[in-house]
């Protein structure tokens, strides 16, 4: 009697498991989400993009639907901390950077970009996927990724190199120059992408020019009048 109550209460068990576990998928209810974060972690992904921040800055750029500018920044916390409409005031720009942002995170917001129906785009990212121990190639086809959807969508593309860390932020350098060479490869290779080298100028023997930011990663003003001179012909 005791055997066939724990084997009845075992199927019951079972079924409602199996049940809630239908509906968690289905409908995206708890415990979706952290199964999903979990799942990444496991397959070695980035997982900034689940940040507050970054959920704040998509919802944001969902919110304001379809515009029309003449360029969008697309990018991490280098191309967020920028005021472009004030480097170019007279051109109208989308700024779509995300501090903290990875190529998967611009990948899950890649509508919000393609809603400001820009004529040209300027992306860079890349620095914190490395951080947070992503492959150069799994990068690599995240942008492949992107610039496909951006050439269906009709868009100039404007690849910027990824910028190298100063000499104390240098860990990820070697990706970053691996990375790169594969873009700026992949780009002469397709009339329509361009690519520019901010390190050309922004760098020395392969780190960060130590007068172009306080910390080794971020610009300060000086840096992004470099990034600004690197670009501006493009504009």
């Known amino acids: 009697m005791k055997r066939s109550t ?8 079972a079924l409602l498991t199996y049940g809630y576990g239908v509906i968690t998928v289905q409908y995206k209810t708890f415990p979706f989400e952290e199964i999903r974060y979990a799942k990444r972690m496991l397959m070695g992904q ?10 704040h800055r998509k919802s944001f750029f969902e919110e304001l639907g379809q515009n029309k500018y003449d ?3 697309i990018g991490d916390s280098l191309t967020e901390s920028a005021e472009w409409e004030d480097i170019f005031p007279e051109f109208k720009i989308a700024n ?3 501090a903290g942002d990875t190529s998967g995170g611009v990948l899950e917001r890649i509508d919000s970009i393609l809603s400001t129906k820009a004529r040209k ?3 860079m990212i890349g620095i914190n996927d490395f951080n947070r121990g992503s492959s150069v190639d799994a990068v690599f086809e995240n942008y492949r990724e992107i610039i496909k959807n951006l ?3 009709e868009f100039e593309v404007y690849i910027q190199s990824t910028i190298l860390g100063g000499r104390r932020e240098s860990t990820s350098n070697r990706s970053i120059i691996s990375l790169n060479k594969k873009l700026d490869a992949f780009s002469s ?3 329509n992408i361009t690519y520019i080298d901010l390190n050309r100028d922004l760098s020395r023997y392969g780190f960060l020019k130590p007068e172009f930011s306080e910390d080794d990663i971020h ?3 000086k840096g992004y009048k470099s990034w600004k001179d690197s670009i501006k012909k493009y504009l």
Do not use: D, K, T, W
Request: charged residues 10%.
């Open 96 to 98: 779509r950077g995300i």
């Open 46 to 55: 980035s997982l900034i993009s689940r940040s507050p921040h970054y959920l």
């Open 151 to 153: 050439l269906e969508h």
């Open 121 to 123: 785009s300027f992306v």
């Open 71 to 73: 360029a969008v920044f």
């Open 219 to 221: 610009l300060n003003s």
């Open 6 to 13: 724990a084997c009845f209460a075992g199927i019951i068990f």
């Open 189 to 191: 290779e397709n009339n």
